[in-house]
């Protein structure tokens, strides 16, 4: 997507350990604007998949999966980051190591927002080394709902999580897919 190609060139800041900062219109200050853009783009990809349901992981998935299921009309789960060493059987779960703070931790999704019946899409930020998304299918998986795919703003396509998630049959589009940033450079497939 040029507009995000674009705007990652321009306010986009390479960091220590492959991180790309973009705090100036995702991740911390939000470009509603460009979000509809990229909201737009994710229902041309997965407007006949007949979506009821958007997951995205708090914190940076929440607006834009807010902003793209205006678009499909439908309502979003954010699952949750918890601290909680005893989860009750309410939930369903899933450890996700963290890419920017290291770690790991649960994400939790009650049980009483994903059914069966629901098609699901994934909406995430960013996709590196994919445990995230892994732990988001999993959730979607153990719910026994189905699963349309994963809208995900930037790729870093240089990390392992593109190839592994689609080699698993997992449907993965993104709108952004950076090649290389080594040096600082940034650089799109
Ligand atoms: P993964 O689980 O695929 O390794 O990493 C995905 C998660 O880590 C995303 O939800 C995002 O919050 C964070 N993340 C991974 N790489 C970057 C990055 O380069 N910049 C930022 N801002 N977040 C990232």
């Known amino acids: 997507m040029q507009l995000l190609e674009e705007r990652i060139l321009r306010d986009g800041k390479v960091k220590d350990g492959d991180v790309l900062k973009v705090d100036s219109f995702l991740n911390h200050q939000m470009d509603v604007k460009l979000f509809g853009e990229m909201a737009k783009e994710f ?26 299921a205006q678009v499909f009309s439908c309502p979003v789960i954010f699952a949750k980051k918890s601290k909680t060493k005893n989860i009750a059987g309410d939930v369903y779960t899933a450890k996700v190591e963290s890419y920017t703070h290291g770690g790991t931790y649960d994400i939790i999704v009650s049980k009483e927002f994903l059914k069966p019946e629901d098609k699901v899409l994934i909406i995430d930020d960013f996709l590196a080394n994919g445990s995230a998304l892994t732990g988001l299918v999993k959730i979607v998986m153990d719910a026994g709902a189905k699963l349309a795919g994963a809208g995900i703003a930037i790729e870093k396509a240089f990390q392992p ?7 698993q049959g997992v449907r993965v589009e993104s709108l952004a897919k950076i090649k290389s940033m080594s040096g600082g450079a940034i650089e799109f497939c």
Do not use: M, V
């Not at 997965?46 to 940076?60: C, R, V």
């Not at 999580?161 to 080699?167: T, V, Y």
């Open 43 to 68: 229902y041309n990809l997965f407007q006949h998949d007949n979506i009821t349901k958007i997951l995205t992981i708090e914190a940076s998935g929440i607006g834009i999966a807010c902003i793209t």
């Open 161 to 167: 999580g593109g190839s592994l998630l689609r080699s």
